[in-house]
């Protein structure tokens, strides 16, 4: 495991980590405080991650716990690989929970959007989805965003209800953040299902936040956008 640390540290570019310091809002009181970056470009870091894709569950999950944001993302690719490569149902559970149990790792968006549909979201695809709602009501923000981004394994496959139900929790949500990832599913779900949408938007449009639509009507024809927008 510590030989994986060692290869992205020298891989590091302080430059790049300057730049990620800023790009993902790590100053006081900001929603990534106190992350730490090497500055590694994320094709690297998947390359690294396929090279040591035979790293066994315990060692990617001990790699989660580093406080470089690099070996984390490292970490939950090889979670991502090990989901997919497990024979059995066990198996893929034990991944599962290895996740949520340690999502407070899973601290900034990039970490989330990149691994919360290939293991959450595929796991609960076939299962009761209930462990959703309740990472949806959680004070923590990833939590939430783990929650509504882990349905983009449904929506993928043409199951936009969890999304939706979802999404009327996070209506009143406070964070930013939050309105950006769940308008952003909103408009995976029109592209598959545009009905569906337009009634939510229907219910909901005047109360939602601004950004939350503007995300979701993102893809319509302009007249439609200006439609929405002056409800």
Request: net charge positive.
């Given at each position: ?7 992205l540290k020298?891989?590091?570019d302080?430059?790049?980590a300057q ?10 009181g ?11 470009r994320?094709?690297?870091?998947r ?9 066994p569950?315990q ?6 716990q580093?406080?470089w944001?690099?070996v984390?993302?490292?970490?939950l690719l090889?979670?991502?690989s090990i989901?997919?490569?497990?024979r ?5 559970t034990a991944?599962?929970?290895?996740y949520?149990?340690h ?5 900034n968006?990039d970490?989330v ?5 290939h ?5 609960l695809f ?15 923000l990833w939590?939430r965003?783990?929650a509504?981004?882990?349905t983009?394994?449904?929506i993928r496959?043409g ?11 996070l209506l009143?949500?406070?964070?930013d953040?939050?309105?950006k990832?769940t308008g952003w ?11 569906a949408?337009r009634?939510?938007l229907?219910?909901?449009?005047r109360?939602?936040p601004?950004?939350m639509?503007?995300?979701a009507?993102?893809?319509?024809p302009?007249p439609?956008?200006r ?5």
């Amino acid at each position: 495991m510590q030989h994986i640390v060692d290869e992205l540290k020298s891989l590091a570019d302080p430059a790049i980590a300057q730049h990620s310091l800023r790009f993902f809002k790590t100053g006081p009181g900001e929603y990534g405080e106190g992350d730490c970056f090497l500055g590694i470009r994320v094709p690297i870091l998947r390359r690294v991650a396929r090279e040591h894709k035979a790293l066994p569950l315990q060692d990617a999950v001990a790699l989660l716990q580093s406080p470089w944001h690099e070996v984390r993302l490292v970490a939950l690719l090889l979670l991502i690989s090990i989901y997919r490569a497990a024979r059995t149902d066990r198996e893929r559970t034990a991944v599962y929970r290895a996740y949520l149990s340690h999502a407070a790792r899973i601290n900034n968006w990039d970490l989330v959007d990149l691994s919360s549909e290939h293991v959450v979201g595929a796991h609960l695809f076939t299962r009761d989805r209930s462990p959703l709602f309740r990472l949806v009501r959680s004070r923590n923000l990833w939590k939430r965003r783990i929650a509504v981004l882990a349905t983009f394994h449904f929506i993928r496959r043409g199951d936009c209800s969890t999304t939706l139900e979802l999404a009327e929790h996070l209506l009143t949500d406070p964070e930013d953040l939050m309105h950006k990832a769940t308008g952003w599913m909103l408009r995976e779900v029109e592209k598959r299902d545009g009905a569906a949408a337009r009634a939510f938007l229907t219910k909901h449009s005047r109360e939602m936040p601004r950004t939350m639509l503007r995300y979701a009507i993102e893809r319509m024809p302009e007249p439609e956008r200006r439609s929405w927008l002056t409800r």
